[in-house]
């Protein structure tokens, strides 16, 4: 069974994405966040029949796997966590457009009245689509590279 650490994967989130919202956070809530984003990105379908059998311990932050079709040690190893990064990337976004400022219409106080910026909105759906597009396209293209029925008849 090989295995790769929670900090590997949320180092590649980290280059993906810029997360200052951690700034103001304490460790405790920064573990308990990952370790949910993390439970999130492998037990997606898609992502969770790449595996014949995964295992999270969150106490260790650490995730052993075995993979369905593998290729090699290390490409399987980087694959996973990418395709991991991706999906704590994804549900860190899920969070942000669902933020409850983000879903009111109208922000006031006792001076003024403002509207929702459904640019912004836009932008932050537009990213999590392009995420799971990626996401599912390196999926895709693994999964076709391992089809062993289309190895055998490539010419």
Request: charged share 30%; with cysteine.
């Amino acid at each position: 069974m090989s295995s790769v650490g929670y900090d590997e994967i949320v180092g590649r989130m980290f280059v993906r994405m810029r997360a200052y919202d951690f700034l103001n956070m304490d460790d405790e809530s920064i573990t308990e966040k990952l370790t949910q984003w993390m439970h999130s990105a492998v037990f997606k379908p898609y992502v969770r029949r790449l595996f014949d059998s995964i295992v999270l311990d969150d106490d260790f932050e650490d995730i052993s796997y075995t993979m369905h079709y593998t290729i090699d040690a290390d490409a399987d190893r980087e694959f996973v966590i990418e395709v991991l990064s991706i999906g704590v990337c994804r549900a860190w976004l899920e969070e942000k457009i669902l933020d409850i400022t983000n879903i009111k219409q109208l922000f006031s106080d006792k001076n003024s009245k403002w509207y929702s910026q459904a640019a912004h909105l836009n932008e932050l759906q537009a990213l999590y689509s392009s995420l799971d597009a990626e996401q599912k396209r390196l999926i895709s293209d693994r999964n076709s590279m391992s089809n062993r029925y289309i190895e055998e008849y490539r010419l």
